[in-house]
């Protein structure tokens, strides 16, 4: 790998800058929790990006991108297939994009109901069939609203034990963990504090589905200081979203 500041490249420079900023800020929230050797795994959100920004990324250590729209995404694994990327879906997913998610995704995000599942699973073994893909990691997103999920998608917790019985026994799908969003406006440690014990419940009946993915630009400390296990950062990384042209 060329060292960033040796390039021509000043996005490549710009890159590498803002990536050390935030791994320097995660390693010092996972000392100030306590939590040194259980780093955190750091998925780059990517969406509205172009695919050489997410090029730069790889060849600035990355292995893990998460975007939210299917058409986008799609578009950006098939460019960048041989860059040994892991994809990460982590918006609001409508089944009939299940099919197509499965040829791309390592991990969905935001599994949020019975038949989201369904169409996962359906999916997945077909594409097992055609290509031999692995598993699809799932995480349950919960909603950490009153709203039920209305306006960023999720489960609510009371839901969550039986999304999570059957995404264990769908063949072609691992249970990963839980996902959630930090409501707006609100102070962040409430909410991970809750998903933390929804996170304990789920592993009592499923000791390997350990993931907690939350955790955004804004709020990473928080996230990590209750146990989040996966990370979505994008706009302290690659910056404001580019002018639409």
Known sequence: MND???TGDPRLRELAGRLEAVRERIARAVGSAGREGQPPRLIVITKFHPADDIRRLAALGVTDVGENRDQEAAAKAAELAEAGLAWHFVGQLQ????????RYAAAVHSVDRPQLVDALAKAVLNEQDATGRAPLDCFIQVSLEDDAGAHRGGALPADVAALADRIAAAEGLRLAGVMAVAPLG???EPAFEKLAG???RLVQAHPAASGISAGMSQDLESAIKFG?????IGS????????VR
């Not at 989040?228 to 979505?232: F, G, P, S, V, Y």
């Open 4 to 6: 960033a500041s040796t």
């Open 95 to 102: 089944t009939k994009k299940a099919k197509s998610v499965v």
């Open 186 to 188: 609100a102070a962040p």
């Open 198 to 200: 929804v996170s304990e």
């Open 228 to 232: 989040a296990t996966h990370l979505r």
């Open 236 to 243: 302290d990384i690659l910056g404001s979203r580019p002018a």
